[in-house]
């Protein structure tokens, strides 16, 4: 069976995509990545694509004077490499209903909370601002509302009180280097199935243990 040729759109140095890269090196991984792709010329994770032997192309959005240019530059290049699926992977770019209708069902994104809670930026400041004892992270199919799609994989990230928002990031980052590469797992094995609003994954061990925080002794 043909692997699924995956894009990977970063903005910086691209950790999750560094998990991705690592993932589809070994034998039995259903997914290749095809490319990585950024807007920013000087994002450190394109040096790391390239040290892996995987090609690299930047379209900077400042060349193009509409959203809808920069974005038909991008569906041409992956039209010629034939890709699959896309990866966002801390893509700093807004697209445009008209790219995710185009590529639906075909966009993943993750997101460092237990969406829906907790869309947008400066998600760990308001995660403990809010008083939350849980957040985390979430891989989901990409709709055009921001932070909206159908969800593959979540994990939870208790919050302790003597949380800075790094610390917290820096706990919920180590998460979504194993949840990604799962998802991206599942949905090349064609084992998700969207209905409406929900993915449904097949042949899945669902987790049933109940976490509680605090613990009380």
């Avoid at 692997?3 to 034998?27: P, Y």
């Avoid at 061990?205 to 109940?210: A, D, N, R």
Wanted: glycine share 4%.
């Amino acid at each position: 069976m043909a692997k699924l040729k995956v894009a990977v759109f970063i903005s910086s140095r691209g950790t999750n995509m560094q998990s991705l890269v690592r993932a589809c090196q070994t034998a039995d991984f259903p997914a290749e990545i095809s490319c990585v792709l950024s807007n920013n010329l000087e994002a450190a994770g394109l040096k790391f694509a390239a040290e892996n032997s995987i090609p690299t192309r930047t379209i900077d959005h400042r060349d193009y004077e509409t959203r809808e240019e920069f974005e038909a530059e991008i569906t041409g290049y992956l039209e010629e490499l034939n890709i699959d699926l896309i990866c966002l992977a801390g893509f700093m770019r807004l697209l445009t209903e008209e790219f995710v209708n185009r590529w639906r069902d075909r966009i993943l994104n993750i997101h460092p909370s237990l969406l829906p809670a907790f869309k947008g930026l400066h998600v760990h400041e308001r995660a403990i601002e809010s008083g939350a004892r849980f957040t985390g992270c979430t891989v989901h199919f990409v709709r055009p509302e921001m932070d909206n799609g159908p969800i593959i994989a979540q994990a939870a990230v208790p919050i302790l009180e003597t949380d800075t928002p790094e610390e917290l990031a820096a706990r919920i980052l180590e998460q979504e280097h194993q949840i990604y590469p799962l998802a991206l797992r599942l949905v090349a094995e064609g084992r998700v199935k969207i209905h409406g609003p929900r993915a449904m994954i097949e042949r899945a061990h669902e987790q049933t243990l109940s976490l509680l925080n605090p613990k009380v002794e």
